[in-house]
């Protein structure tokens, strides 16, 4: 039987990636975080440890218990699929209402960092007294090499500035953030009943059919989850140039939308 435990595990890894790698509410929000570069890790975990207890629940023999029960089944159906719709309204209202600086940016620009008023040459000089009209270009060439040797010694030992901090996001701020990106992503993976018909139903027959192997087939679709999310969050932030405008955000936020309401529309209709 152990020849044909790393098989087993091939096939699962081959049926989890084909029914994962598809255009879905939680593949779209996986990469909008992901090229934000916002709570990343926390959604892939989110997203891999899901799938891999509900293939686990399959492996187990739970799926008869779903289909015996199939009001749950539409009861998950109205409910994501009203959630769906809801997050899809929200992403078009940021399509034709997009927020200032809803570009792509990067932590620690720095902000501010030009001249101050008062500060071109020459202005603020000679001030303690009148001015002198009798030295003529004497005086003008003294007083240039002052400014510049005042210049030269305070130029190499400036106070320090954060120049992150104008840009950086308040802890505040970052703490609401990921807490809402951990509950959407919890509502997109367990709201969503083609996740239980994919893993606790499809993938945990296809185990069954494997007899004393299947959990090694159960083992392998949970490590299809884990690579796919992982490249898809990781890998997203390649894109960060191409999203560095806020009219690539319109086309994504758009794209967005349309797979959250179709999605939904769907699920609502199914239900």
């Not at 305070?154 to 500035?161: A, I, N």
């Not at 893993?199 to 083992?219: E, N």
Request: with cysteine.
């Amino acid at each position: 039987m152990t020849h044909g435990i790393i098989p087993a595990a091939l096939a699962g890894f081959g049926t989890g990636l084909s029914l994962i790698v598809a255009i879905g509410a939680q593949n779209a929000f996986v990469l909008r975080q992901g090229v934000r570069r916002q709570s990343v890790l926390a959604v892939v975990a989110i997203c891999a440890l899901s799938d891999a207890a509900l293939i686990g629940l399959g492996v187990a023999g739970v799926g008869a218990f779903v289909t015996a029960w199939p009001p749950a089944l539409t009861l998950v159906g109205l409910v994501g699929g009203a959630f769906l719709i809801g997050y899809g309204v929200l992403a078009a209202r940021r399509v034709l209402r997009p927020t200032p600086g809803a570009a792509l940016q990067t932590e620690g620009t720095p902000t501010g960092t030009g001249p101050g008023p008062g500060t071109s040459p020459g202005t603020g000089i000679g001030t303690s007294g009148p001015p002198d009209t009798t030295s003529g270009a004497t005086t003008t060439t003294t007083m240039t090499k002052t400014t510049a040797e005042t210049t030269a010694k305070t130029t190499p030992t400036p106070t320090p500035m954060p120049t992150a901090e104008p840009t950086a996001e308040p802890p505040a701020a970052a703490r609401a953030s990921a807490r809402r990106a951990v509950l959407t992503c919890l509502a997109m993976t367990w709201l969503n009943p083609h996740v239980y018909l994919d893993t606790v139903l499809l993938l945990g027959s296809l185990a069954a059919d494997r007899g004393d192997l299947r959990w090694a087939f159960g083992f392998g679709a949970a490590l299809a989850s884990l690579t796919w999310f992982s490249a898809l969050g990781y890998g997203a932030r390649l894109l960060s140039g191409l999203l560095a405008r806020p009219s690539a955000w319109r086309v994504l936020d758009g794209l967005v939308a349309a797979t959250m309401v179709t999605m939904g529309g769907l699920l609502l209709a199914r239900a």
